[in-house]
């Protein structure tokens, strides 16, 4: 039996595999033990695993959230699982994914199906199981507010738990995961889409884009192709020039902070988000500071949208990493304020 399960394990388990095809920055790295995880049973197979039992660890999606700044010398856990089931409870669907779904493909199929209610984050790339990490956010819509629930393996103690919203502890671009790398893994995720349907137009891009298109009572597919096409113009695909999106979280600051910074700089972009703090637009910091296309080597600052950084062709992780770090030095200097990046760096 013992032998079986270690043969069905060594099956699983591939040596120095290239993760470039497996980081939407398309960077080179190799991980020293790489497998691919179906199902709860791939992954206690691997998890018991002579090899694995004592390596370090590593969740990976779709890979559009991190940057790989060297190899890993331990074992990448390709997440794959797949699945979709939904119940109506009420006045909500509740809808449980496999955490190794596209999320795109999904976001679409639902809205297909007549279960929409996340078609404002159509378009971002990875897997399901990866979006709570950072909560994440797009066009007026967080997952939070689309959240029921989801499944975790905690990989040192092997429970499987199930954790509700005041667990994951969302906030923006940020749960209870994110401080905790390596701990969990999530196996599938529940969202409650509520019935009764309402577009979520108020942000201005999605707005201006329905009104292009002459749509004055967007239905939820409207709202999709919208958003779809406002990502396409805005955003550089990974599949044609590596990033991971958007590289720097916008930074919060308090209202004196942001009188202060308005006095220097009258042309500051920020959004109240009430409780006296404001969000500034790090795009908007990283243009003032003349970065907006600054190429080093083979890494640069995206021409059209400043909060991306790119890989231009055979970059290394650490050439992207190198231009975040002036990055951040320069916006440091001129307005005091520290840029968080956003994707996991490792
Ligand atoms: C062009 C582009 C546009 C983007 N636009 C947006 C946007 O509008 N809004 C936004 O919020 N994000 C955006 N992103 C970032 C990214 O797409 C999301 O963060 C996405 O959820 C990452 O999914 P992934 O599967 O690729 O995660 P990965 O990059 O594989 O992993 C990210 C982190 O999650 C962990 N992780 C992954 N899967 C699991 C799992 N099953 N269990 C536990 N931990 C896991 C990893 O260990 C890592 O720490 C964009 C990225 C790109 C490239």
Not at 257 to 280: A, C, F, M, N, W
Not at 305 to 321: K, P, R
Request: charged share 25%; net charge neutral.
């Amino acid at each position: 039996m013992v032998i079986a399960q270690d043969l069905m394990a060594r099956d699983l388990i591939q040596r120095d595999v290239s993760l470039r095809t497996f980081n939407t920055f398309g960077v080179e790295a190799r991980a020293a033990l790489f497998a691919r995880i179906g199902s709860l049973r791939d992954l206690q197979q691997v998890l018991v695993d002579p090899r694995v039992i004592d390596a370090p660890r590593l969740v990976l999606g779709g890979g559009s959230n991190i940057l790989f700044t060297r190899n890993f010398d331990g074992c990448v856990l390709k997440v794959d699982i797949p699945g979709l089931q939904r119940e109506d409870h009420g006045a909500f669907s509740l809808v449980s994914v496999g955490a190794g779904e596209n999320w795109h493909a999904i976001v679409e199929r639902l809205v297909d199906d007549d279960v929409p209610g996340l078609e404002n984050l159509a378009l971002i790339p990875g897997s399901v199981g990866a979006a709570p990490i950072q909560n994440i956010g797009a066009y007026g819509v967080e997952l939070a507010e689309r959240f029921h629930s989801l499944q975790t393996w905690s990989i040192d103690s092997g429970l499987l738990q199930t954790l509700n919203s005041e667990d994951c502890r969302f906030g923006y671009r940020d749960s209870v995961f994110k401080h905790e790398p390596g701990l969990r893994l999530i196996v599938s995720v529940t969202f409650a889409l509520p019935r009764d349907w309402n577009p979520v137009t108020g942000y201005v891009d999605v707005e201006n884009e329905l009104r292009r298109r002459q749509i004055t009572k967007p239905k939820p597919r409207d709202v999709f192709d919208a958003v779809v096409a406002i990502r396409k113009r805005k955003l550089p695909d990974p599949a044609l020039i590596g990033n991971a999106g958007s590289f720097f979280k916008n930074p919060v600051v308090s209202r004196q902070q942001r009188t202060e910074l308005i006095e220097r700089h009258p042309s500051l972009v920020s959004y109240d988000i009430g409780g006296g703090r404001y969000k500034l637009a790090a795009g908007w910091l990283i243009d003032a500071c003349g970065m907006k296309g600054a190429v080093r080597g083979r890494a640069a600052v995206f021409e059209r949208q400043a909060l991306v950084l790119v890989n231009l062709g055979g970059a290394t992780g650490a050439e992207v990493l190198a231009l975040a770090r002036e990055v951040q030095d320069v916006v440091r200097v001129r307005f005091g304020i520290e840029l968080e990046p956003e994707p996991r760096i490792v």
